[in-house]
């Protein structure tokens, strides 16, 4: 589980931003984790007006993850960093802190980055409540903790624009990749995060295997020994087909379907895309997907990494929430993550939206808001920290929010704006 994020210097976060699991109520949705004195919650809103920077947050953790999995084999001409763009931040490394349970031990990774060195890299643990060093690098000088010889191949292989923790998941040695697995098992849904990506990325796999006869391709997707576990594969689909009547009770079923489409390299290329059976009265049509509303394909693509997520106690990134979806279905899905029933391996969900109605659904230390600075940096803090005094259990967070209490609203009262636009004289 996440317990705690902080990034400075990354896109509109200039100054450092905190973003704590940490819960302030010992109740049943937070889970307890005993090593670290405290429990955390699984599940952060964060909130605030149109370009404060609410997606900024996510954006770095999305690269964090992505730079794990990508710097030792993309990283070659220079490191795809986004500083602060103004003043002199855009010469300055940009800098991540990532703290993780991991079997109810805490892990810290640190690291700080420039568009063409590594500065920095760490990674420590706590397995009896001291901090311990897995490995530390100052530039590609890397000190490595006793007995971690099955790493030592990293120096080798260490360059100035890749990560020590991407060279260590050659090898198989048990703590760096049960922390570099955790880290790969977050997933990014809603607007894309990644902006050097010129189209998005499709999420549509994930949920295909879900309805699709298991094939052996991905066995821990079921966490079976044998992944054609014929009972196994039904349980999940039926859960799977559950989430996805959710949004559309018309929906009987789903059809795959596989197209042969010729490359001109060879081999042609297997196109799998899915058709929704609708039945009315008595009738079973499949419709094509594209022609499914906007809101039906947004749930659609999120059945498969919510509920892979859901088995395995993974981090889900989601980007405007509210867009496309209606709002007893945002509610349900942060009812999914919040409810141990639903969510026994302790996944967490870290959304951002516009939508003030959920704040009906979160706790007080679920909610995260963001406001612009003068300078165009992001205010990034916990709700308590913007209303200037402890929040109280009985609050109404919604009515709180839209009465300005709590700051992190668009300013539209402004009088050069409101006469430009012809609304005053």
Not at 300 to 327: N, Q, T, Y
């Amino acid at each position: 589980m996440l317990i705690r994020f902080e990034v400075e210097n990354f896109r509109s976060i200039h100054e450092p931003a905190e973003l704590s699991m940490v819960a302030v109520d010992d109740r049943a949705e937070a889970r307890a984790f005993p090593k670290f004195g405290a429990s955390l919650v699984p599940v952060a809103g964060v909130f605030g007006p149109n370009a404060s920077g609410k997606s900024n947050v996510l954006a770095a953790l999305a690269w964090l993850r992505s730079a794990v999995q990508n710097s030792l084999r993309m990283w070659d001409d220079e490191i795809p960093v986004e500083p602060f763009a103004f003043g002199d931040a855009h010469g300055r490394d940009s800098s991540f802190v990532l703290e993780l349970e991991i079997d109810g031990v805490r892990f810290e990774y640190l690291l700080d980055v420039g568009r063409h060195r590594v500065s920095y890299e760490a990674l420590f643990h706590y397995p009896e409540g001291r901090r311990r060093r897995i490995f530390e690098r100052e530039e590609n000088e890397l000190t490595l903790q006793r007995g971690l010889g099955a790493v030592s191949g990293t120096r080798a292989l260490l360059t100035d624009r890749s990560l020590a923790l991407s060279i260590m998941r050659r090898f198989d040695e048990p703590t760096t990749s049960a922390f570099s697995r955790a880290v790969l098992r977050m997933s990014a849904l809603g607007k894309p995060l990644d902006r050097s990506r010129r189209y998005p990325v499709t999420r549509i796999q994930s949920t295909l295997q879900l309805f699709d006869v298991p094939d052996g391709d991905d066995p821990q997707l079921f966490q079976v020994e044998e992944p054609d576990d014929e009972p196994e594969w039904r349980s999940t689909r039926q859960e799977a087909m559950a989430l996805l009547r959710l949004a559309d009770l018309g929906v009987a079923d789903v059809l795959i379907e596989e197209t042969r489409i010729e490359s001109g390299r060879g081999e042609p290329v297997l196109r799998r895309t899915p058709k929704l059976i609708h039945t009315a009265d008595a009738d079973r049509l499949p419709f094509e997907y594209r022609d499914e509303s906007a809101g039906t394909q947004t749930w659609f693509e999120l059945i498969g990494p919510v509920l892979i997520a859901l088995r395995h106690g993974g981090i889900v990134l989601f980007d405007e929430l509210d867009a496309s979806l209606h709002p007893t279905l945002t509610a349900q899905l942060i009812k999914l993550f919040a409810l141990r029933n639903s969510n026994p391996h302790g996944a967490q969900l870290l959304f951002t939206s516009h939508d003030t109605n959920l704040l009906n659904h979160l706790n007080r230390d679920e909610v995260w808001l963001t406001e612009k600075s003068a300078n165009g940096s992001t205010r990034f803090a916990a709700l308590s920290d913007f209303a200037g005094e402890r929040v109280r259990r009985s609050t109404n967070l919604e009515s709180s929010y839209l009465s300005g209490r709590f700051g992190a609203l668009p300013d539209v009262s402004r009088p050069e704006v409101l006469r430009d636009l012809g609304l005053i004289g």
